[in-house]
């Protein structure tokens, strides 16, 4: 099968930098991502690169290099479909908010509108990558949209039996390529991936798709499986690393009432070779819009086939990660003489992580609604988020009015005003440029005691404590 046409559907933050980086290394390829959001497309065309939609570090260098030349951004959708040989689907999956499964399991309707598309416009055989993180044996159910939309044999078998051809007469093979990038390291993680994989139950589709990657990743870093085994793979890679994350933030609540330092422990934990140092780093908790989403998702199926135990097992990963954000704002509270009603605290960070521009699930929005439920005035200061994304994230808690998120957080532009007054500072992104501040200045004008609390033991104690600040970190 030779590919040489490729659309993706959904120019997110998964397609668009997945996207860039494979036209970037295949220049022979045409691709075309397309959205139904037509903003997100102009902002992908638009002519400042600065001002892409997803803020990724080399990202605006990789896009400036293929775009207009076998990279395109398009709002149609039909006309990329019916051009392309391979189809990616890469539109969101998020937690449901409605009906059976509500807050738990995955939304597939997105996912389910791009397979009918697809149906209805194809016109040639394709082959649909599923790149969004899906439950696993979706694939099953996109083949029987596939077929059933197009008018072919409901029974998934059937169609398996005759070899994926459906009923015009179109050959559709599903593959699974769950996508592993990490947002802030979005492209160096495209450009030199752990491993690339990619499950499949049709050699042809398998060896198409093994051929572009190849262009760029080392032949035993793609890893072949059945299309099971890759669906499940990627909600399980999720869960192991958030799991990590709350098992040493576990850690952090016994380090603080023990004296022992997280740090410490992470770093002597993480020297044996079988544990290994990532991942061990204390915090104010996950955010992401992957991590909660998915391990939901994960303990959702394990329920569906009574596996209460297996289920029980991974929803204590976010049940700590809860209890971390809670404690944290706690702290605030009970240091701040058990009030903070009417005081000024100041947020260094919104985004989930440093390097983005994503606030999805960020730990700072539910640290700023349990202390705006005390009252608190709070200001935020962030590099990349803007403050409709912010006061959009707390908006959509609806903890209170619009109006009174606006009254009770500002959010400034320069570091020096958001914290001038405050009476604590609240450390909830690890940003490096907040290390680089003018320390000194910011305590001459905030309240006395003056506290800081560091929710991602960004900044350095004995400093900060030499300058005169009452100084707390998360994990002691
Ligand atoms: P996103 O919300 O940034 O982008 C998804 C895009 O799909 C949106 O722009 C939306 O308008 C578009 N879309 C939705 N339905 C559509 C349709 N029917 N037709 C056309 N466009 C449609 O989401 P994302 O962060 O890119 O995540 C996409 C998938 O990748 C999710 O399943 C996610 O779990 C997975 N994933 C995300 C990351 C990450 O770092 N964000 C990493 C690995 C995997
Ligand atoms: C994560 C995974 O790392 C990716 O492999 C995966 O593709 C992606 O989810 C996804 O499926 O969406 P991402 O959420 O972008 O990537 O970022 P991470 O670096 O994993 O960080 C997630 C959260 O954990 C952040 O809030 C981060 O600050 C926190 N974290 C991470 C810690 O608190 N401590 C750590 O040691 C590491």
Not at 349 to 359: E, L, Y
Not at 403 to 421: A, C, F, I, S
Request: with cysteine; aromatic share 8%; charged share 25%.
């Amino acid at each position: 099968m030779e590919i040489k046409n490729i659309c993706c559907i959904g120019a997110g933050y998964v397609g668009g930098p997945t996207m860039s980086v494979i036209a970037s290394q295949c220049p022979h390829l045409r691709i075309t991502v397309v959205d139904s959001n037509p903003e997100r497309i102009d902002a992908w065309n638009g002519p400042d690169l600065n001002k892409l939609p997803i803020y990724e570090p080399g990202l605006a260098e990789v896009v400036a290099e293929a775009r207009g030349r076998n990279l395109f951004f398009s709002k149609d959708i039909d006309r990329a479909i019916l051009e392309a040989d391979m189809i990616f689907i890469s539109v969101n999956t998020p937690t449901k908010t409605y009906g059976k499964g509500k807050g738990m399991a995955a939304d597939l309707k997105f996912v389910e509108s791009c397979a009918r598309q697809i149906a209805a416009v194809a016109t040639s055989d394709k082959i649909v990558v599923e790149k969004s993180t899906i439950p696993v044996r979706t694939a099953s159910s996109i083949k029987n949209i596939l077929t059933q939309a197009d008018g072919g044999q409901p029974d998934g078998q059937a169609d398996e039996q005759a070899g994926g051809r459906m009923g015009r007469g179109i050959n559709f093979h599903v593959l699974s390529n769950p996508e592993f990038l990490s947002e802030g390291t979005a492209v160096q993680d495209l450009l030199k991936p752990d491993r690339v994989l990619i499950g499949g139950d049709n050699e042809e589709a398998i060896q198409a798709l093994t051929a572009i990657y190849a262009h760029w990743v080392p032949a035993e870093r793609i890893i072949t499986t059945n299309l099971w085994s890759a669906e499940l793979s990627k909600l399980t890679a999720n869960a192991f690393l958030a799991q990590r994350v709350s098992s040493i933030n576990a850690i952090s609540e016994l380090c603080e009432v023990t004296g022992a330092d997280v740090d410490e422990v992470a770093r002597a934990v993480g020297a044996d070779s079988r544990i290994g140092p990532k991942f061990l780093k204390a915090s104010v908790g996950f955010g992401g819009s992957c991590f909660q989403k998915d391990i939901l998702n994960l303990v959702y199926i394990a329920r569906s086939y009574q596996l209460h135990a297996v289920a029980d097992y991974w929803e204590q990963v976010i049940l700590l990660n809860r209890h971390q954000r809670r404690r944290f704002a706690d702290k605030i509270v009970r240091t701040l003489y058990d009030t903070v009603s009417g005081k000024k605290i100041a947020f260094l960070g919104w985004a989930f992580k440093k390097d983005t521009n994503d606030s999805r699930e960020s730990a700072a929005i539910y640290v700023a609604d349990a202390l705006l439920a005390e009252e608190a005035e709070i200001t935020v200061c962030d590099p990349r988020v803007s403050s409709a994304r912010i006061y959009a994230d707390l908006d959509a808690l609806g903890s209170r009015s619009p109006e009174e998120n606006r009254r009770l957080l500002k959010v400034e532009k320069d570091p020096y005003d958001t914290m001038k007054g405050a009476y604590a500072i609240a450390v909830l992104t690890e940003w490096d440029e907040f290390k680089m501040y003018d320390w000194p200045r910011i305590y001459q004008n905030m309240q006395k005691p003056a506290f800081i609390f560091d929710g991602r033991r960004l900044l350095d104690a004995q400093k900060m404590e030499s300058i005169g600040f009452d100084y707390y970190a998360i994990g002691g």
